[in-house]
């Protein structure tokens, strides 16, 4: 195994985590800028506010990109170990 196959594994399992992560996260944060806006406009400063918006938009984005989540984990582990003779050999 030369360092070459180590860094293209690394970067694929890197690049999938951002993928994902990114998903997730990306509009979570748009909510969570509208409501600053809207926090500013009224001059409200309330903390929590922001969470709670925030928190459903993560939990409904989760439970919609699920299937999407585990088929790229799935086909990603998948493509690992149907590859591991290569990798090794």
Not at 5 to 10: H, R
Not at 21 to 31: D, F
Not at 47 to 66: G, K, N, Y
């Amino acid at each position: 195994m030369n360092p070459q196959v180590v860094l293209d594994l690394y970067g694929q399992g890197f690049y999938l985590i951002v993928l994902i992560v990114g998903a997730v996260m990306v509009p979570s944060l748009l909510v969570g800028l509208i409501v600053s806006v809207f926090q500013a406009a009224t001059q409200i400063n309330e903390q929590t506010l922001s969470f709670l918006p925030r928190l459903i938009v993560t939990i409904l984005v989760i439970m919609h990109l699920e299937p999407w989540i585990l088929t790229e984990l799935t086909d990603f582990t998948t493509n690992l170990f149907i590859n591991i003779p290569m990798i090794i050999g």
